[in-house]
């Protein structure tokens, strides 16, 4: 834990807030924070700050908090990612928001098992404390906005350009055309980065994704799981920025 | 499972083979192959292939191989690494092989802990099934080559010019003076990576890298856990070249 981030309501009116939990414990355990000692703090969807320890005890750290006059930059890259099984999107969560995602948009496919989607995982209660870990990781405050659609192709032909309305779609595929550098080149618009399932998107998948305007974009030779994909490819998308 | 790997030691000397345990399960349940299909095969080190199934049963698929007349190349990049948790390394092992990587070099740091070390994945019998199935996943026959060293300036004083005799070395560090990009440019050469503990290198290690040829790297500002963080930088370093 690299930072404490609050919800902008645990903030009181004099600029003090308490951190509780697991953030209390990182703080004693960890940190080790006595009075007056300063810790990087932050607002979800807000800037990032310093608090200065006022009180420790009971399971609980009093600060007083500054905050600087500028929130991070949303990310400017968003993924459109077909479901991986429960275990592996579990670990992904805090990987990809500690990479930094503006919006995450999970979607079926004909190679997603159908019972991947019943988890308590897609919904906020599940993923979001995984997005805080890794914000908190990567000093971030921009949460990534999730979306969940169990209708691949309902989700492309109406609901994505709503979602992602203007900038660079990219899908990640073994017969891709370019690499990202040749795709991207300099420009700085949005980009949508579609990654597949294990198995890959399928020959009707791949195609209305072309319609919808993504260019393939490959990564070399090597089949990755979708972990490594994810995470290979988002670092690549944002290093040619 | 996108290769079936087999040892030298597995093919028969009128280049037949038997595929059993895990890869003959997957033969029969995912690929369900039948006689006279072909699979993709390699040798451990050695060339890609292609195998013709000629028997299937008793938990065994007998298969006639033909092989390339070139292996594929060494991965141009190998890994230093402080050894992380073991219960990341179980999840790294797979993630380094497919991404590829000509050897990994674990080593003890200030901030790796003692225990870290007493585990079987860091022994051959345990972490090559691992390596192996990174192979699998990327279609690559090369199998990193491994060391473990818990003293870590004799490990950079004594025996790094031997495991790395020539080439670039870079490390990974918030404070980098350069990118990737800009430091490797269009070099060819092999590269060293150097990837620290959780909690980062300490002054010590950080300047006896220096002292030893490393140029401090950065990422951006991101801190990223060691798994992400070793996905990421390998993926740049591939890319590079």
Chains 1, 2 share one sequence.
Not at 62 to 77: G, H, I, L
Not at 155 to 160: M, R, S, V
Not at 191 to 220: C, I, K, Q, S, Y
Request: overall charge neutral; aromatic content about 4%; proline content about 5%.
């Amino acid at each position: 834990m690299n930072l404490i981030l609050f919800d902008t309501s645990d903030i009181r009116a004099d600029a003090t807030v308490d951190a509780t939990g697991v953030q209390a414990r990182h703080l004693v355990t960890v940190l080790k924070v006595t009075k007056d000692q300063q810790v990087r703090i932050g607002v979800v969807d807000g800037p990032l700050g310093v608090g200065t320890v006022t009180a420790v005890g009971d399971g609980r750290v009093t600060m007083d908090c500054t905050f600087e006059a500028e929130s991070p930059e949303r990310p400017r890259v968003d993924l459109l990612l077909a479901l991986p099984r429960p275990k592996v999107m579990r670990r992904l969560w805090a990987q990809l928001s500690a990479l930094g995602v503006g919006q995450i948009i999970l979607t079926n496919a004909s190679k997603v098992e159908r019972d991947y989607f019943d988890t308590h995982l897609l919904e906020a209660d599940g993923y979001r404390p995984l997005l805080l870990e890794g914000l908190q990781q990567a000093r971030d405050t921009r949460m990534p906005v999730v979306s969940v659609h169990k209708q691949f192709r309902k989700l492309i032909e109406a609901d994505l350009d709503g979602l992602f309305p203007k900038g660079r779609r990219i899908v990640a595929h073994p017969d891709g055309e370019a690499t990202i550098a040749h795709t991207l080149g300099h420009s700085t618009e949005r980009v949508l980065l579609a990654v597949g399932p294990e198995g890959g998107w399928n020959d009707f998948e791949l195609a209305l994704l072309r319609t919808h305007g993504f260019t393939p974009v490959t990564m070399g030779p090597r089949t990755l799981t979708t972990t490594t994909a994810c995470i290979a490819l988002l670092t690549l998308v944002h290093y040619q920025r």
